[in-house]
């Protein structure tokens, strides 16, 4: 008898998109790949409604965050990090 193996494990991700078009296809549910050979079969991406409520406030849904209108104002940490990248 082989035994079973059960795990599970969290991460915390940040993806950048270059265009409107991958990021809609993120919350949309569409497949989506990664390049340098990162696989995500079987994996789950999903927004935090806590962690985005407890940095943007209750009420703030994550397609507000990225496609607005009427996304919050930036929290000053968030601010500082979008103004390091390119």
Request: with cysteine; charged share 15%.
């Amino acid at each position: 008898m082989v035994p079973h193996e059960v795990g599970a494990e969290s991460t915390d991700l940040a993806l950048f998109f270059m265009n409107d078009c991958g990021a809609r296809s993120l919350v949309n549910g569409s497949r989506i790949t990664l390049g340098a050979g990162i696989s995500l079969e079987g994996a789950r991406l999903a927004p935090s409604p806590a962690d985005n409520a407890n940095h943007y406030g209750r009420g703030v849904t994550h397609k507000q965050l990225l496609f607005g209108p009427g996304g919050p104002t930036m929290p000053a940490e968030a601010d500082e990090f979008s103004k390091a990248i390119p």
